[in-house]
């Protein structure tokens, strides 16, 4: 691959946030066919370094109801060195989807020799380990782990850690274009080879987004919500550098990945706020504003954009559900405690005028989970080992590999 070196990178406390990067080549070819051609531009990374990078990774295929054709594709897009770990909170009655789900992977994987693990949110096993492993806050009273895709996300990560991974990466399930799976998670690989590191978050912002407009296609660069969430989260840096900026580009970017140190280290929010909070938090935690148990500002945490190449097709959801996930991302900027009123009465009307909050109406806090570090992963791991025992193409039983 080769990448444009970012040019620019704004600071606060520990957390750098890097510019926007570019995409050149998709594939440069083996490390033996590249004379040194590394410049201060552009950075070229062998295909087996990358290689190397993926074997380490697991990929979390978060899954709520979604045709099984269109889950299929994002597997084919999944490179076969990555772990894929599905999660799904697909109804089970009246009809199973899970149960339509779980037999397609499977069918799938005969031909792919891929290994799955594939398992069911609301599964009692996996809130009965959460509960033994001291971490009940993501349950509800029924003891089972809530619904949402933030939620979904973080049982994924933790069956990353559990299997030794030392990355994780996402993927939703509703993409049309498995090309466009296999970028980002290449992109993914390209982030955490550029930066190293034990605290690395790599976001991808999509070159564009199919529409039709007026009977052609028309190729948007920006989402609605994207629109609003970047704006405000870098009113917020600026507030705080003093410096006018909008180096942040991937504000509520779905497809991202992580070092799974710093996955296990950050708290969540809950449904789809999870991705604008990973700024929030790391800017209270790491950004030196407030005293913090993470006061060593050499630990640094590197947050890096690419800008991907593949255009991102996506199911539609529908005016209602963009809506909630415009207030569920401002909401997180809003209440956090870096943000200044004058901001807040920004987001405030901005919301009011784009007709997302009525009158009368305020903007309600989003439910967060605190950060899975203190959890006890050696009491997870033994509540769920049969269900990861059950993996498509997994090997006989091995014994889990906890750190
Ligand atoms: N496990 C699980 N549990 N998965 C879920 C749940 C849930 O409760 N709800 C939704 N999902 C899955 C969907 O099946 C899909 O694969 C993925 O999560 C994203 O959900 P969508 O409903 O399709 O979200 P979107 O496409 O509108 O928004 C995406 O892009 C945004 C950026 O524009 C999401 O990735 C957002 O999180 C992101 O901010």
């Known amino acids: 691959m080769r990448i444009e070196v970012p040019r620019e990178f704004e600071r606060l406390g520990a957390v750098r946030i890097y510019g926007l990067q570019k995409i050149y080549e998709l594939d440069a070819g083996a490390e033996a066919e590249m004379s040194d051609q590394n410049d201060a531009v552009v950075r070229s990374l062998p295909a087996e370094a990358l290689y190397g990078v993926q074997r380490e990774m697991a990929i979390v295929v978060p899954v709520k109801s979604e045709r099984l054709k269109l889950?299929?594709?994002?597997?084919?897009?999944?490179?076969?060195?990555?772990?894929?770990?599905?999660?799904?909170?697909?109804?089970?009655e009246p009809v199973d989807r899970f149960f339509l789900e779980q037999e397609s992977i499977a069918n799938f994987c005969r031909f792919t020799r891929k290994q799955v693990l594939i398992v069911h949110q609301r599964d009692p096993v996996i809130g009965a380990a959460f509960a033994a492993a001291g971490y009940p806050d993501l349950l509800d009273d029924t003891g089972c782990v809530r619904p949402g895709k933030a939620e979904g996300m973080m049982i994924g990560t933790l069956l990353a850690r559990m299997m030794g991974k030392r990355t994780v990466g996402f993927v939703d399930s509703d993409n049309y274009f498995p090309g466009a799976v296999n970028e980002y998670i290449r992109e993914y690989a390209a982030g955490f080879l550029i930066n190293g590191g034990e605290h690395t978050l790599v976001r991808i912002s999509w070159h564009s987004k199919p529409?039709?407009?007026?009977?052609?296609?028309?190729?948007?660069?920006?989402?609605?919500?994207?629109?609003?969430?970047?704006?405000?989260?870098?009113?917020?840096?600026?507030?705080?550098?003093?410096?006018?900026?909008?180096?942040?580009?991937?504000?509520?970017?779905?497809?991202?990945?992580?070092?799974?140190?710093?996955?296990?280290?950050?708290?969540?929010?809950?449904?789809?706020?999870?991705?604008?909070?990973?700024?929030?938090?790391?800017?209270?935690?790491?950004?030196?504003?407030?005293?913090?148990?993470?006061?060593?500002?050499?630990?640094?945490?590197r947050i890096c954009q690419i800008e991907s190449r593949n255009p991102h097709l996506h199911a539609d959801k529908g005016d209602d559900h963009v809506a909630a996930m415009i207030r569920g991302s401002l909401a997180t900027i809003y209440h956090s405690r870096l943000c200044p009123p004058s901001l807040q009465e920004e987001i405030d009307s901005e919301l009011r005028q784009g007709g997302y909050l009525q009158d009368g109406e305020t903007l309600a806090p989003v439910r967060t989970y605190p950060s899975m570090e203190h959890l006890d992963l050696g009491?997870?791991?033994?509540?769920?080992?049969?269900?990861?025992?059950?993996?498509?193409?997994?090997?006989?039983?091995?014994?889990?590999?906890?750190?």
């Not at 009113?235 to 504000?251: N, P, Q, Y």
């Not at 791991?381 to 059950?390: C, F, K, P």
């Open 71 to 92: 889950i299929e594709g994002v597997l084919v897009g999944i490179p076969n060195s990555c772990l894929v770990i599905v999660v799904s909170n697909s109804p089970r």
């Open 379 to 403: 009491k997870f791991a033994a509540g769920v080992q049969a269900l990861v025992d059950r993996r498509v193409g997994a090997p006989p039983p091995m014994a889990l590999l906890v750190p």
């Open 211 to 301: 529409k039709i407009v007026e009977q052609s296609l028309y190729f948007a660069k920006w989402g609605r919500s994207s629109r609003h969430c970047n704006r405000a989260l870098n009113r917020l840096l600026s507030h705080h550098t003093g410096f006018e900026t909008d180096i942040v580009k991937t504000g509520n970017a779905g497809e991202h990945a992580l070092t799974l140190d710093l996955a296990m280290s950050i708290r969540y929010a809950a449904g789809y706020a999870v991705e604008p909070y990973h700024f929030i938090d790391l800017l209270e935690q790491y950004g030196g504003v407030f005293p913090t148990e993470h006061g060593d500002m050499r630990r640094m945490v």
